[in-house]
């Protein structure tokens, strides 16, 4: 289904991602307190006619630099994508422009008997509104604006409201989408886990409502909307979410007090730490992007509730940052590595030209080795081996084989 364009190796260990609403740039916090982001190659045609480049190019550092005193916790840009919030282990957030890094507006989390709340999520509400969750299970909501006259953003020192949907952090948040009713188009409701249960929290009422105690932890959520009714099961909009012994679970929308129904995704009772929805046009039908705790990716598609994919993220450390990017391809971060994924390409075989690759990725790779260059003087032992990957390949869609190398070029990289 997917597979790597690229591998993008971190100098410290990640720990926080964000991706751009409207712009191929991604943003990642480190465990050293760098905010850095990059530059993905566009995958469509420009503006001046030029064909698209499907993946390939130059991965370019925007901008990096030391932007917390302990680790960066939490990345989150604003819905117009001009601003990138970061929260770090030294209780302070700060608000920065997205294209130059340069930090417009800080502030301080609120403390707790007098010591650091460390934050542990940030979402951007709407341009107006920043929600920033702590360890303490305190969940804040700021007021954010631009100052016209001197063209910076500027956040309230105070929080305007703090909830407390849960008695332990909160693990994950989810907007609802706003109502038909809605003047400003942007959410008023979210739905957040922590501990063992879920619950919803309204801007201006508060917590509305909190599930019973699940039995296990809640880890991750993700809203998915346009679901069909097939089969005896009800569609219409549900919130999946990802717990920690590898089950996926389905609440309806309004329907809060408990789960409806469950996915196995992991036999084994990986943690499902991480989940991201597949946008339309990529795949097919309502899918759905887990990462876990042991390094892997699983896709499910919703609806038949079934797993239909798997890829390998990293061997050792857990997915820690899921996603897709404007242009529909998936990023997925964990450990000290970031990586870049794309539909799958058909193998085209032919009598003239057997394994090439229909979208031409892995075939520029191939073509600047110098193995390459000497095609004309392999036996055709070589030849029938090579026939026999291209088909093991192609069996195997959606696997990690090359781990992304020589595909994409790297530069701004220290």
Known sequence: MLDTVCTLPLPSELFAQAIHPSAP??????????????????????????????????IETAWRTKRHQGSCRSLA??????????????????????????????????????????????????????????????????????????????????????????????????????????????PKQWVTTGGTTLAVTDLRRGVLVRSEDQEEELLSSVYVSGLASKRGRQGGDKVLVGGGSGVLTLWDKGAWDDQDGRIIVDSGKESLDVLAKIPDGVGEGSCVAVGLGDGRVKIVRVGTNKVIGEMRHDEVEGVVGLGFEVEGRMVSGGGQVVKVWQESADVVEDEEDEGVHGVGLKRRAESDSE???????????????????????????????????????FKGID
Do not use: W
């Open 25 to 58: 740039l991604l943003a990642v916090g480190l465990a050293s307190g760098h905010v850095q982001t990059y530059r993905l190659p566009a995958t469509r045609p420009s503006p001046t006619g030029s064909p698209p480049r499907n993946g390939c190019g130059t």
């Open 77 to 186: 840009f604003s819905p117009d994508g001009d601003v990138l919030f970061s929260a770090g282990t030294d209780g302070i957030v700060k608000a920065a422009r997205a294209e130059t890094g340069r930090v417009e507006a800080k502030i301080g989390v609120p403390l707790v008997r007098s010591q650091i709340d460390a934050p542990c999520l940030l979402h951007a509400l709407s341009p107006q509104k920043l929600l920033l969750a702590t360890d303490a299970g305190a969940l804040h909501l700021y007021d954010v604006r631009v100052n016209a006259k001197a063209n910076a953003v500027v956040v309230e020192a105070r929080p305007q409201a703090t909830y407390r949907p849960h008695e332990d952090y909160v693990s994950s948040l989810s907007p609802l989408p706003p109502t038909e009713a809605s003047t400003s188009g942007y």
């Open 371 to 409: 193995e390459d260059s000497e095609e004309d003087e392999e036996s055709s032992e070589e030849e029938e081996q090579e026939r026999k990957r291209k088909k093991k390949s192609k069996r195997a869609n959606g696997k990690d084989r090359s781990g992304g190398r020589n595909v994409m070029q």
